[in-house]
């Protein structure tokens, strides 16, 4: 427990609601909030005033049974003695947003400092559940520096089609291919997809909302053991309670995000993310809390501390689970437990419950250890990111737990160079464009093509679009090859178990090298060196460079949306975040 406590009178929220020397503030807040039923005595006596952070709604269907469990979360409240007050963040919803919901990370994010800095709050529960909610409350909670605490509002059920599990997301994967081959119709291709979403709460698959839950709880932002409890689940509406009562004695122990989000905390999310098999979308969201936090974070970072971890989650879509199994199998404190013992974690860093991750978890056990694999027994040794770099840009991430066998033995079994390949490559500007010319005969694809997907970065196409983990043409899919090495400056779906390489920074639009492609060219790819290369003499690279700066530099679709306009005008690249760059400088913010 942290020794230092804060008194009413030291409460942020006085200044509002007691304050002599601003009679007009005071009259004017407390004559307001108590037009609705509240009492002066719960307004001005100094109780914690606790911020909600709605982010369901009937636009987020994933956080959307946080409108029913912020009920519990206002009773742990009121029971801790604090007043809660609940207040919405700007819809995310993955699967529906146009361009792409990343745009909204952002967005939520800077709307939510605001409320943090400008409103009456001492204390904030940050509700969390699909995929870009969870780091844009973090990265607000990191600028604000409130005490904070996540609320994930789980995974749904397991989606079943009878006796077979059904994931969310990665079925839609394996679908598409089947529908494109011919083995279903479409509306069998929708029935099939609904199965996967059989009740309450977000993607049941390792994606990037139940990675980034878990990554929560990991940087020690949430209860221990409650970022996959699933959603229907009455252990979720308890910990709701819990985490209502519990941020109210954040607020007296004064326990703020940046105690608890520090470079070990950081090191330790991204151990825990390789062990989980988690979403390539990671390293993107980890980074920009991060940087929030004032810690710089790179994908050098993930690589170092985060390739040689073993998968020990065997969930979808790296294994075959799905989150009600990997919940009942312990969850993400067993994780953490097998973690620590093999010495992989910082155990004492702060959590939110005011005690050190190791006492969180040292009694946590596995109890399945084929849904959570024992260290020495994992399904795959090395599990992390490898980040490239070479002649065609500074970093992209190859995700190795999703490397499946048939992969490795087309593409990485050549006897002389086991971790290299080459290919020939057709690229895409663009997902329009890959879906118009895909199946066009004269881009001659077979199996030794690499399909490159570029103007797919936060500039390019705003927000990035998860578009990278490209199906080959349809005639090669009926020829049996589902699959082909794809490469992009977008990102890829935290469902998807293709291993692209992808996050590639900078991207086309902002003058990567990808820019520089052409269709025909050869590519080579080095896993063991960590290398990505254009095959090309330096001249004619430099004389292509040329050339596209004679042409203007690479052309990207104008903007739809003002927000469009100013994001692209300030955010950094993938293996920065994605951050604004004029955010990342502030600290603090809601300190008096
Ligand atoms: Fe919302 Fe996957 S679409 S969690
Ligand atoms: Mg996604």
Not at 29 to 41: F, S
Not at 155 to 180: C, D, Q, Y
Request: net charge negative.
């Amino acid at each position: 427990m942290s020794d230092h406590t804060i008194t009413s009178d030291q409460l942020r929220s006085r200044w509002w609601f007691d304050n002599p020397d601003h009679p007009g503030t005071t009259a004017l807040c407390i004559e307001r909030y108590m037009n609705y039923g509240l009492t002066l005595d719960e307004l001005k006596s100094g109780k914690p005033i606790i911020g909600i952070a709605q982010s369901g709604s009937d636009l987020t269907p994933c956080n959307r049974h946080h409108i029913e469990l912020v009920k519990r979360v206002k009773d742990g409240i009121r029971a801790a003695g604090g007043v809660p007050f609940e207040f919405p963040l700007h819809p995310i919803h993955e699967n529906v947003r146009r361009p792409t919901a990343a745009l909204d990370r952002n967005l939520a994010y800077l709307g939510l400092v605001e409320v943090l800095h400008g409103y009456p709050l001492d204390g904030v529960v940050l509700t969390t559940g699909c995929d870009k909610t969870t780091p844009a409350c973090l990265m607000a909670a990191a600028t604000a520096n409130i005490p904070a605490i996540v609320l994930s509002g789980g995974p749904m059920l397991n989606g079943w089609r009878g006796s077979e599990r059904v994931g969310s997301g990665t079925i839609i994967w394996e679908l598409r291919k089947r529908l494109a081959a011919g083995d279903i119709g479409y509306e069998e291709f929708l029935s099939r997809a609904t199965d996967s979403a059989p009740s309450i709460g977000h993607c049941n698959t390792m994606g990037t909302a139940s990675t980034m839950n878990s990554m929560a709880e990991a940087l020690g932002m949430s209860l221990p053991g409650s970022a996959m409890i699933p959603a229907p689940y009455k252990e979720r509406a308890m910990v709701a309670y819990q985490t209502g009562e519990r941020i109210v004695d954040m607020v007296w122990e004064d326990l703020r995000p940046l105690d608890i989000l520090t470079r070990e905390a950081f090191e330790n999310a991204i151990v825990v993310c390789s062990a989980l098999g988690g979403s390539s979308n990671a390293p993107i969201h980890v980074n920009a809390i991060a940087r929030h936090a004032g810690i710089e974070l790179d994908n050098d970072d993930w690589q170092r501390l985060g390739h040689a971890i073993p998968l020990l989650a065997n969930v979808m879509p790296a294994g075959i689970y799905l989150s009600e199994e990997f919940h009942r199998a312990g969850g993400v404190p067993a994780v953490l437990n097998e973690l620590l013992r093999a010495g992989r974690l910082h155990g004492d860093v702060m959590t939110a419950n005011g005690r050190m991750l190791a006492a969180n978890v040292g009694e946590s056990e596995t109890l399945d250890d084929d849904v959570i694999r024992r260290y020495d027994n994992p399904l795959v040794a090395h599990a992390g990111f490898i980040n490239l770099k070479g002649n065609l840009f500074d970093s992209a991430l190859m995700k190795t737990s999703v490397i499946a066998d048939d992969f490795r033995r087309r593409f990485l079994s050549r006897p002389k160079d086991p971790e290299a390949f080459e290919g020939r490559v057709v690229v895409f500007d663009g997902s329009e464009d890959y879906h118009a010319r895909i199946d066009d005969p004269a881009l001659a694809i077979d199996e030794d093509t690499i399909l490159v997907m570029r103007g797919a970065g936060p500039v390019g196409h705003p927000g990035g679009a998860e578009v990278v983990n490209m199906q080959p043409p349809e005639a090669l899919i009926r020829a049996g090859i589902d699959s082909l090495p794809c490469l992009g400056d977008g990102r890829q779906s935290g469902t998807s178990g293709s291993p692209s390489i992808l996050n590639a920074a900078p991207e086309a639009a902002v003058g990567g090298g990808l820019a520089l492609l052409e269709t025909g060219d050869r590519v080579r790819i080095d896993l063991a060196r960590g290398e990505a290369n254009l095959l090309i003499d330096a001249a004619e690279l430099q004389a292509r460079r040329e050339a596209l700066a004679s042409r203007g530099g690479y052309i990207y679709p104008p903007h739809q949306t003002p927000w469009q306009e100013i994001q692209r005008g300030m955010v950094e690249q993938l293996d920065r975040g994605m951050t604004l760059e004029p955010a990342t400088k502030y600290r603090d913010v809601a300190r008096q």
